[in-house]
């Protein structure tokens, strides 16, 4: 009979508007034994967004005090509001065999690479500037003047890929979702992994 085995942690980062949403929807709607974790974030919540599904929306006096209570696994500041991420949360999922994805960008990918140093990073990149501009447009929820914030925020960004383990450019969607889930499954089929799901099947061959 098989154990169960530890869950992964991922990274996935990208610039705003590379397509990265989406393809976490698409990975959680076609595998239970994936999440990806709920962050805090002190930013006003987007059209259709709700609290404790896409975010903890809480407020700046609030995050902070999670801060000091030594709260988050991770936490940065993006675009003038503070993003972190629930240790307890994510170690009760892994310990339960889940693998768990973090939405964080570069410098909380740098944060949780300190303490976990097995942390899968991956890092999307879109296609082309100019398909980039065009997706941020298409929203149709920013002024002009985020949206050249968000071009140049995304430079800044794209230059942090050469950190990740992995970088997929997300120019056919299916195609970067099929990359995705080999990621997933390569990790799943690590040693250390299979020998803790296999242990009794191992010791009975190696007897």
């Not at 991922?10 to 999440?35: C, M, Q, R, T």
């Not at 693998?99 to 944060?111: S, T």
């Amino acid at each position: 009979m098989a154990n169960l085995a530890r869950g992964n942690l991922f990274i996935l980062s990208a610039p705003s508007g590379a397509g990265k949403s989406s393809l976490i929807k698409a990975l959680l709607e076609k595998h239970d034994n994936v999440k990806v974790s709920v962050s805090h974030t002190t930013r006003q919540p987007r059209p259709g967004e709700e609290n404790a599904v896409h975010y903890h929306f809480v407020t700046v006096d609030a995050f902070k005090a999670l801060i000091e209570a030594g709260d988050f696994f991770e936490w940065a500041k993006v675009f003038d509001n503070f993003y972190g991420t629930s240790k307890q949360a994510i170690e009760t999922q892994l310990a339960s065999g889940i693998d768990v994805f973090l939405d964080i960008d570069w410098q909380g990918a740098r944060q949780v690479r300190e303490l976990v140093p097995d942390v899968k990073t991956i890092f999307i990149l879109p296609p082309s500037r100019e398909e980039l501009e065009r997706r941020l447009n298409n929203r149709g929820q920013d002024s002009q003047e985020i949206i050249a914030a968000r071009m140049a925020e995304a430079k800044s960004e794209s230059s942090h890929y050469c950190e990740f383990d992995y970088v997929l450019v997300n120019d056919d969607f299916d195609t970067t979702l099929n990359e995705l889930e080999s990621i997933v499954l390569a990790a799943r089929l690590q040693t250390k992994n299979q020998t803790v799901k296999h242990q009794q099947l191992i010791d009975e061959l190696l007897r």
